[in-house]
């Protein structure tokens, strides 16, 4: 009786590696089993196991398969597994995400945008902010029923992590400005939209009125300077806007995403 053959097949990326034993034969009698040893400790079954390490390294990978007679065969082969070097870009900030949000008719504490301001006792909800739109999650303007009370800005405000600053080559902002927006990462003003040039102050009023539909076609996307980032917690703060406080909506979001080297 022909005796079972082990043949080990992979392919690596980065640390996680897909295996794959096809090629083995059970001689005679096909294959009823296969048990796999990765060299870290971690086991599977089945002819075509995925399996991740932890750390870079050179392993001996061991399969042993099992024909439908019970004669067994072995193979250990040796398998080396790298970091990827591949960027890798993730979303810190969702669209939908909660902020901190403030909407008064004074204006906001002394360097609100900056990244150690502690906006914990503002109000909390989730994104889109504003009103007078059917996306809108968290209305803001519900203290002010008389729209010409309506203060003439808005401030948000959300942190995010960065365990390695160093290791960010890009971070993009995607937000609207409804009707302007200023916005800022760490206390640092990074782009603005629909306002003037000069000192924007809690008085100041977008040149030109949007409707959230148009605000929305035109898009604010911003590529931030990388060096803003310090490690740990950074902010992403946004004042928005009106051109007039009886405006029929005001609406925020924003999205970043942020690409680094493993």
């Known amino acids: 009786m022909e005796r079972a053959r082990t043949r080990i097949g992979f392919t690596a990326d980065g640390l996680s590696v897909n295996f794959d034993a096809s090629s083995s034969s059970g001689g005679n009698t096909p294959i009823t089993g296969y048990t796999w040893n990765f060299g870290d400790g971690a086991t599977a079954s089945g002819v075509a196991p995925q399996h991740t390490y932890d ?155 949007r409707r959230a539909a148009v605000a929305e076609a035109q898009g604010f996307v911003i590529d931030v300077p990388v060096g803003l980032l310090v490690n740990g917690t950074n902010v992403v703060a946004v004042e928005s806007h009106v051109n007039y406080r009886a405006t029929p909506d005001l609406t925020f979001h924003l999205n970043a995403d942020l690409t680094r080297t493993p």
């Open 55 to 209: 750390e870079a390294g050179t392993y001996p990978v061991t399969l042993e398969v099992t024909n439908g007679a019970g004669r067994t065969a072995e193979l250990t082969q040796t398998v080396t597994v790298a970091e990827s070097t591949e960027p890798v870009t993730e979303t810190v900030i969702g669209d939908a995400d909660s902020w901190r949000w403030r909407y008064e008719q004074d204006a906001p504490p002394s360097r609100w945008n900056a990244r150690t301001f502690d906006s914990s006792g503002w109000s909390l909800g989730g994104a889109v902010l504003g009103w007078g739109h059917a996306s809108v999650v968290t209305n803001i303007s519900t203290a002010f029923p008389n729209t010409a009370d309506r203060p003439r800005a808005a401030y948000f405000t959300k942190s995010f992590e960065v365990a390695d600053a160093s290791k960010v080559t890009q971070l993009v902002l995607d937000t609207v400005a409804d009707d302007g927006a200023v916005v800022y990462v760490n206390g640092t003003e990074v782009a603005r939209q629909n306002m003037p040039a000069g000192a924007i102050t809690h008085m100041t009023f977008a040149p030109s009125a």
